[in-house]
Protein backbone atom coordinates (compact mmCIF):
# COMPACT_ATOMS: atom_id res chain seq x y z
CA UNK A 1 0.00 0.00 0.00
CA UNK A 2 1.19 3.25 -0.18
CA UNK A 3 1.48 5.66 2.71
CA UNK A 4 0.04 9.09 2.44
CA UNK A 5 0.90 12.45 4.48
CA UNK A 6 -1.20 15.33 3.89
CA UNK A 7 -0.70 18.83 4.89
CA UNK A 8 -1.53 22.74 4.32
CA UNK A 9 -4.61 22.64 6.02
CA UNK A 10 -5.45 25.86 7.97
CA UNK A 11 -7.68 28.42 9.09
CA UNK A 12 -8.89 30.82 6.69
CA UNK A 13 -11.54 33.22 6.02
CA UNK A 14 -14.60 32.95 4.31
CA UNK A 15 -13.54 33.99 0.12
CA UNK A 16 -9.78 32.92 1.17
CA UNK A 17 -7.96 30.10 -0.40
CA UNK A 18 -5.70 27.22 0.63
CA UNK A 19 -3.45 24.66 -1.19
CA UNK A 20 -3.59 21.09 0.09
CA UNK A 21 -0.79 18.89 -0.45
CA UNK A 22 -0.69 14.70 -0.08
CA UNK A 23 3.39 13.19 -0.47
CA UNK A 24 2.71 9.45 -1.10
CA UNK A 25 5.65 6.88 -0.55
CA UNK A 26 6.27 3.06 -0.58
CA UNK A 27 4.66 2.63 -4.22
CA UNK A 28 5.27 3.53 -7.57
CA UNK A 29 2.71 7.26 -7.21
CA UNK A 30 1.99 6.70 -10.89
CA UNK A 31 0.29 3.29 -10.75
CA UNK A 32 -2.65 5.30 -8.56
CA UNK A 33 -5.70 7.46 -9.25
CA UNK A 34 -5.84 9.66 -6.40
CA UNK A 35 -8.68 11.39 -4.84
CA UNK A 36 -9.52 14.16 -2.09
CA UNK A 37 -12.33 13.10 0.14
CA UNK A 38 -13.36 15.15 3.79
CA UNK A 39 -15.63 14.87 6.54
CA UNK A 40 -16.90 17.18 8.52
CA UNK A 41 -17.96 16.69 12.14
CA UNK A 42 -21.20 14.36 12.49
CA UNK A 43 -21.51 14.29 8.90
CA UNK A 44 -20.09 11.13 6.44
CA UNK A 45 -16.77 11.27 4.62
CA UNK A 46 -17.87 12.60 1.31
CA UNK A 47 -15.84 12.88 -2.45
CA UNK A 48 -14.46 15.98 -2.94
CA UNK A 49 -12.09 15.29 -6.28
CA UNK A 50 -9.99 12.89 -7.92
CA UNK A 51 -7.44 12.68 -10.87
CA UNK A 52 -6.47 9.78 -13.19
CA UNK A 53 -2.87 8.51 -12.53
CA UNK A 54 -1.57 11.01 -15.57
CA UNK A 55 -3.76 13.82 -14.75
CA UNK A 56 -5.68 13.00 -18.19
CA UNK A 57 -9.07 13.24 -16.76
CA UNK A 58 -10.61 15.02 -13.19
CA UNK A 59 -14.02 15.24 -11.56
CA UNK A 60 -15.52 17.30 -8.75
CA UNK A 61 -18.23 16.97 -6.41
CA UNK A 62 -21.07 19.78 -7.57
CA UNK A 63 -20.52 21.35 -4.10
CA UNK A 64 -16.46 22.54 -5.18
CA UNK A 65 -16.82 22.26 -8.76
CA UNK A 66 -15.34 26.19 -10.34
CA UNK A 67 -13.67 26.56 -6.41
CA UNK A 68 -11.44 23.45 -6.04
CA UNK A 69 -9.10 22.49 -8.39
CA UNK A 70 -6.96 18.85 -8.04
CA UNK A 71 -3.35 18.58 -9.53
CA UNK A 72 -0.37 16.18 -9.56
CA UNK A 73 3.21 15.64 -9.26
CA UNK A 74 4.30 12.06 -10.77
CA UNK A 75 8.33 12.92 -10.33
CA UNK A 76 7.41 14.52 -6.63
CA UNK A 77 5.06 11.72 -5.56
CA UNK A 78 2.34 14.36 -5.02
CA UNK A 79 -1.43 14.96 -5.22
CA UNK A 80 -3.03 19.07 -4.70
CA UNK A 81 -5.97 20.22 -3.58
CA UNK A 82 -6.23 24.15 -4.78
CA UNK A 83 -9.41 25.65 -2.77
CA UNK A 84 -10.80 28.70 -3.94
CA UNK A 85 -13.40 31.05 -2.44
CA UNK A 86 -13.72 29.31 0.22
CA UNK A 87 -16.65 29.06 2.62
CA UNK A 88 -17.52 27.93 6.39
CA UNK A 89 -19.33 24.85 4.67
CA UNK A 90 -16.16 23.02 3.20
CA UNK A 91 -14.71 23.15 7.24
CA UNK A 92 -13.46 19.76 7.87
CA UNK A 93 -10.89 17.44 7.85
CA UNK A 94 -9.38 16.77 4.35
CA UNK A 95 -8.36 13.13 3.36
CA UNK A 96 -6.01 12.01 0.32
CA UNK A 97 -6.24 8.56 -1.10
CA UNK A 98 -5.09 6.32 -3.71
CA UNK A 99 -6.53 3.88 -5.85
CA UNK A 100 -4.11 1.32 -7.48
CA UNK A 101 -4.82 0.92 -11.19
CA UNK A 102 -7.07 -1.73 -12.28
CA UNK A 103 -9.48 -1.32 -9.58
CA UNK A 104 -12.75 -1.93 -9.93
CA UNK A 105 -15.47 0.74 -9.04
CA UNK A 106 -16.09 4.44 -9.34
CA UNK A 107 -13.16 6.37 -8.54
CA UNK A 108 -16.07 8.78 -6.90
CA UNK A 109 -16.68 5.99 -4.23
CA UNK A 110 -14.67 5.08 -0.93
CA UNK A 111 -14.76 1.88 -1.38
CA UNK A 112 -12.03 2.04 -4.71
CA UNK A 113 -9.69 3.95 -2.03
CA UNK A 114 -7.25 1.39 -0.75
CA UNK A 115 -4.73 3.83 1.34
CA UNK A 116 -5.63 7.16 3.28
CA UNK A 117 -4.08 9.78 4.90
CA UNK A 118 -4.40 10.89 8.20
CA UNK A 119 -6.10 13.88 7.22
CA UNK A 120 -5.56 17.79 7.96
CA UNK A 121 -8.24 20.49 9.33
CA UNK A 122 -9.58 23.10 7.16
CA UNK A 123 -11.79 25.47 9.21
CA UNK A 124 -13.21 28.86 7.28
CA UNK A 125 -14.30 31.18 9.62
CA UNK A 126 -17.03 33.16 8.28
Known amino acids: QVQLVESGGGLVQAGGSLRLSCAAS????????MGWFRQAPGEEREFVAT????????YYADSVKGRFSISRDNAKNTVYLQMNILSPEDTAVYYC???????????????????WGQGTQVTVSS
Open 97 to 115: ASAPLGQPGSLLNRSVYDS
Open 26 to 33: GRTFSNYH
Open 51 to 58: ITWNGAWT
